[in-house]
């Protein structure tokens, strides 16, 4: 179960659990222990924690009717504590310094790359050094799982924008399906955004779109402008604040253009021109020059009759916001791109398939949710720790697929379970069923002078979630008949 507790107390840990139930006739608590762990860690290492994991991967999907249409690629980093000298294995992942997405950029780190399907199962994990590239990494993955599960060539290989560079584009070619975001950087995404485009609603009426082409890469593909109504008064909120912002510094910014001299009433205009010129939502509500004269030399006081005098010029100018500029600019907020080399999907399927993604972000949420406490890592070997990154995804591939088998079952039995509100529902979270169970425990009775072994605090809506799990899981409560 999960008891929200460091998983690092062996044989502590398992001193509150029904091992021998769970494990075997004749373990015990003791047998579960530090150097049986380690002993462990290193095995998988020497095996290879990828190859392992895309074993079972094969395994599970023989097994099951996943259905995979779609993969999800992302990646996460995990940091960790202590100093780490380098691996002693000549393979070993790197525990160094990176760009954190957890904002912990004081510690070191390694970062962990997972493929899921559209449920959110994973079905290829890999550990890489800590300042690893996403663009190289996400790429990797898609190969070797492309290579190592045989899959349909009708699947979708999804990804965000640190994918879409030229190299990934042209690697993955035309018989490879794939969508992706396109990065706001790129020249042609930017133009595109800020174009004036008929866009027309989608099957989700909060989303506009605007389908066209490109062959970005030398690979032809079909591009689609989206415009989100729930991301565009997110970033119009932050957008008024910094457009505030920026118009208290322009004002004082032109306060001290104001005081620098100029030759000549010329240099006086150009230099106004181009400083306004950075300001794209600004303009001058007046701009003049103004002649001043000052003595040749900077001594105090007034001038002197006769004494020689130089003409310089001021700019003397206000500005105001330039409000068509700026609701254009508004109107356009909350675009972005999505590509696909398959051209004829049609910009629904697209918006759809790629919102997907939050499947392996979740995956992440759910290694780092301190109700689990999966990513808590306390090893001091990097091959050890990288052993122990496969085993992470494998709680959650397990995780996954019994939330996916209790909808599945849900669904066609049409059973249901309260959820929260104690309202039925047949979409429960896994984490949801794991909190029912906790209060179930092994208890032992005593029953005219003779020990029995019992399943304690099972209840109508428990047995039910246990029997839609199937006979495997049945056993283990001792409801086999």
């Not at 047998?31 to 095996?47: F, H």
């Not at 004082?252 to 104001?258: N, S, V």
């Not at 759910?366 to 808590?376: G, H, Q, T």
């Amino acid at each position: 179960g999960y008891v929200g507790q460091r998983l690092y107390l062996f044989p502590e840990f398992y001193e509150k659990l029904p091992v021998e139930r769970l494990l075997g006739e004749g373990v015990t608590a003791a047998d579960v222990n530090d150097d049986g762990l380690g002993r462990t860690l290193d095995a998988i290492y020497a095996y290879g924690p990828t190859e392992l994991f895309n074993e079972i991967a094969l395994k599970v999907m023989s097994q099951l009717d996943l259905g995979v249409q779609r993969l999800h690629a992302d990646t996460t980093s995990f940091s960790v504590q202590g100093d780490y000298e380098g691996p002693s294995g000549r393979n070993a992942i790197e525990i160094t310094l990176g760009h954190s997405k957890d904002g912990r950029m004081d510690l070191k780190q390694f970062v962990l790359g997972l493929v899921t399907n559209q449920d959110g199962i994973p079905l290829f994990a890999k550990a890489h050094s800590g300042n690893a590239s996403d663009k190289n990494t996400i790429m990797e993955s898609f190969l070797k799982i492309k290579n190592g599960l045989h899959l349909d060539d009708a699947a979708y290989y999804i990804a965000d924008s640190a994918v879409y560079s030229e190299k990934n584009i042209r690697q993955l070619g035309t018989e490879t399906l794939w969508i992706t975001r396109v990065p706001a950087t790129l020249n042609e995404c930017k133009q595109l955004i800020d174009s004036d485009l008929d866009m027309v609603e989608c099957f989700d009426p909060r989303y506009k779109c605007f389908s066209t082409s490109s062959n970005y890469g030398d690979i032809l593909q079909k591009w689609v402008v989206y415009q989100s109504e729930p991301m565009q008064a997110r970033m119009e909120k932050t957008f008024e604040k910094r457009l505030e912002k920026e118009d208290r510094q322009a004002g004082k910014d032109l306060a001290k253009l104001g005081r620098r001299e100029f030759a000549c009433e010329a240099d006086a205009i150009k230099e106004a021109e181009l400083w306004i010129a950075k300001l794209p939502l600004h303009r001058f509500k007046d701009l003049s020059v103004k002649s001043v004269f000052k003595k040749a030399e900077k001594k105090r006081g007034r001038p002197k009759n006769g004494e020689k005098l130089i003409e310089v010029h001021l700019i003397e100018a206000e500005i105001e916001l330039d409000y068509d500029k700026v609701l254009k600019k508004k109107s356009k907020l909350g675009r972005f791109i999505l590509a696909s080399n398959d051209l004829n999907i049609d910009p629904d399927t697209i918006l759809s398939y790629y919102k997907g993604q939050q499947k392996v972000e979740r995956g992440f949420r759910f290694l780092k949710d301190k109700s689990f406490r999966v990513a808590e890592v306390y090893l001091k070997k990097e091959e050890r720790i990288e052993a122990l990154a496969m085993i992470m995804v494998l709680t959650l591939m397990i995780y996954s697929i019994a939330e996916w088998l209790i909808r599945k079952r849900m669904r066609e039995t049409g059973e249901t379970v309260p959820n929260q509100l104690k309202k039925p529902t047949q979409k429960p979270t896994f984490k949801w069923i794991a909190f029912l169970f906790m209060g179930v425990a092994e208890v032992t009775v005593w029953i005219k002078g003779e020990t029995h072994l019992r399943i304690a605090n099972l209840n109508d809506n428990l047995i039910k979630i246990i029997r839609l799990l199937g006979r495997d899981c049945e056993k283990y409560y001792g409801l086999e008949g």
